[in-house]
């Protein structure tokens, strides 16, 4: 499980590892359905499969993967997460999951909380503000519209580190 904030070059190993991986037998899942292009922060381009239901992602290739990779792993539900990782570990299927650890207001995404994965690997970004890298979290700029789900343009988003790191206003959480 790769864990860590924005612009931490998760997605860059989880496609770095998928390619060392035998052809055919190996899957990169990403649950942005309606995105026509993919890239990581750093530029590489990569097009995953597409789904909202990871558990019957996995259902329909029982015995037909070794290796899965799923990118942008917060966005899957968290009982959907275990149920598939179960699913294909039952499969001899090998999962690798990539997603933030923490939410703009510093708070752990559940499904974090909620695996229990065999390694776990935190990995840190550049701060936004004082350009030092440390383990970052996200803030939003001050205005940007949304609530509890994040904002369709991650532009609004950025890592900081805890010292750079700034509360979200009051009206941000509505």
């Known amino acids: 499980m790769l864990v860590g904030p924005m612009c931490a ?25 309606h995105r026509t292009e993919f890239a990581t922060h750093s530029g590489r381009a990569f097009d995953p499969e597409r789904t909202n239901d990871l558990t019957k992602f996995v259902r ?16 899957f539900g968290v009982q959907d997460l275990v149920d598939a990782v179960e699913l294909a570990a039952n499969d001899q299927c090998s999962v690798y999951l990539a997603g933030l650890d923490f939410d703009y207001r510093r708070e752990p995404f559940p499904w974090v909380e909620d695996m ?6 935190h990995l840190t970004a550049t701060c936004s503000q004082c350009n030092r890298r440390k383990a970052a979290t996200l803030t ?3 205005g940007a519209p949304f609530g509890d789900k994040f904002a369709p343009n991650s532009q609004h988003f950025h ?16």
Do not use: M
Request: charged letters at 25%; a negative charge; hydrophobic letters at 35%.
């Open 9 to 33: 070059g998760k997605s860059d190993t989880l496609i770095k590892a998928s390619e060392h991986c035998q052809a055919g037998r190996v899957a990169v899942v990403s649950h942005h359905l």
């Open 60 to 75: 329909a290739r029982v015995g037909l993967l070794d290796n899965l990779f799923v990118d942008e792993a917060q966005f």
């Open 116 to 121: 229990h994965p065999g390694e776990i690997y």
């Open 140 to 142: 939003a700029y001050t």
């Open 159 to 174: 890592p900081r580190c805890p010292d750079c790191w700034i509360a979200p206003c009051d009206d941000l959480k509505k």
